[in-house]
């Protein structure tokens, strides 16, 4: 406990901008990735992999949390992780890796909705307005100029973003009365099951060649190590140690690093409308993920009890 009060703060808002970088870049590592091996596949194969890691080093974690109710959290995580992660890599197939970093980034601007419609708490003013700047942000990136359609693969992208946002409710929830590490394990566990199974009941079988080429494994220990289990380590970790509001900014920059990874690493070509729509959708998931709490301040500023407080607390400072 020592040495952990002895670490600067910035060093765990570090962590949490280093694992937006990692996942920035593993869209395009799964673009890349995709074309080798069927989308229900290589999330199969990511998903198992990850979760034999992350049993081996959690392995304590799993002797309290096997038993059925665990497992059925487990399983009901895994079938909404499946399904964001294989929408979303089938979107990749007919997208930019940056327009689907962004697009589905829009889960953050969903999920008070999802929850409303859950029976929870109804939106607030911000996320009436983070919803507008989304949708038009949206219509810059994704509608065609001629057909004013949206692409198959830019769909796809915006349909596992409802999916990722059933999937933060979901942990929410289920986190609460379970270990959440052993929890992980099953999530990857199960879902990699269902990706295999999946995948080569319906998919192609992958060409051998291809699947032990080194740009190939290198791509898949990248998707393994480090966009799965060493980036789960640096968002819980920096996420315990982080104000809520500020740590979900900074995560927020994991749209911004998959447009910059692509334009480097795959020459994505940014007209000025969709450069405008980035913009727009960014600063509605920043408004969804900030508004509630700049209202809440304002509120209780507001409010005379909040302002004695206030004052006494500058007070005491000055003594």
Known sequence: ????????PIVYKLMLVAATVIWGFAFVVMKDSVDVLAPAQLIGVRFTLTALLMAAVFHKHLKGA???ECLKAGFVLALVTFLAFWVQTIGLTDTSAGKNAFLTATYC???PFMMWALGQNRPTVANLGAAVLCIVGIGCVSLSAETL?????DAMTLLCAFFFAAQIIAISRYSKRHDVLALTVYQFLFGGLMGLALGFATEPAPALSAV??????????????F???LCYVLQNVGLAHVPPAQGSLLLCLESVFGVVASVLLQ????TARMVFGFGLIFCAVVLSELGPQIAAKLGRR??????TALDDEADTASA
Not at 1 to 8: A, H
Not at 302 to 307: G, V
């Open 66 to 68: 096997l038993n059925r």
């Open 302 to 307: 507001r409010s005379p009890d909040a302002t």
């Open 149 to 153: 359609s949206v692409g198959f693969g």
């Open 227 to 229: 966009a799965s289990a």
């Open 109 to 111: 601007v969903i999920v």
């Open 1 to 8: 406990m020592g040495s952990t009060r002895n670490i600067p």
């Open 267 to 270: 020459g994505e070509l940014l």
């Open 212 to 225: 032990t080429s080194p740009d190939f494994l290198l791509n898949l220990a990248y998707l393994v190590v």
